[in-house]
C-alpha cells in the first residue's frame, strides 16, 4: 500500500448502476490517491426479502461498511461495481509491472467460475504479481427465480 498511484480500476461485465441491484463492491482511498480499503454488500435475501436492497441502498451500505473500516485515513470513496444478477462474485487484486494496483470483480454461477473471470480479468489487465481474491460472496438479485 506505499504505492503512490491510483488503484485502476476495472470491471467486468456485471457493471448496471441504473437499476435494482442486489450487491456492490466498495473501494476507499487515502489523501494520496492510494487504494487503502475494498469492501462489499450483497443481498442475502431474494427481491421482496427482508435483505434485498435496491441499486442505491446496495451503494449506501458498501460504502457505510468502507467508511467504518477505512477509518480516518479514507479521503474518497467509489462504488468500483453494482449488479442485479444472482450469482457468486469474487473480488480479486493484482499488481502489473507497472506497480499500479489492480482490483476486479468476476461473476458466475459457481464459487468456482467467479473467482476463474476475476483472476483471468487480473490477468487481461496484465496485473499478473500477488493476485489475491480479497472477497467471495453470493448475492440474490432481482433476476433470481
Not at 467509489?78 to 449488479?83: E, G
Not at 506497480?99 to 464459487?111: E, L
Request: net charge positive; hydrophobic share 40%; charged share 25%.
Amino acid at each position: 500500500m506505499k504505492s503512490t498511484l491510483l488503484a485502476l480500476i476495472c470491471f467486468v461485465s456485471l457493471v448496471d448502476l441504473s437499476g435494482y441491484a442486489g450487491d456492490a463492491v466498495a473501494i476507499g482511498y487515502n489523501s494520496e490517491g492510494v487504494w487503502t480499503s475494498v469492501t462489499y454488500y450483497c443481498s442475502s435475501t431474494p427481491k421482496g426479502g427482508t435483505d434485498y436492497k435496491k441499486s442505491e441502498q446496495a451503494r449506501a451500505a458498501a460504502l457505510r461498511d468502507l467508511r467504518v473500516r477505512a477509518g480516518e485515513n479514507l479521503a474518497k470513496a467509489s462504488v468500483i461495481a453494482a449488479s442485479d444478477l444472482t450469482g457468486y462474485f469474487a473480488v480479486a487484486r493484482g499488481k502489473p509491472q507497472s506497480d499500479k494496483d489492480v482490483t476486479v470483480v468476476g461473476h458466475g454461477k459457481s464459487r468456482a467460475e467467479a473467482e476463474k473471470k476475476a483472476l483471468a480479468e487480473l490477468s487481461r489487465a496484465g496485473a499478473t504479481g500477488n493476485q489475491k481474491i480479497v472477497y467471495r460472496y453470493f448475492s440474490h438479485g432481482a433476476d433470481f427465480k
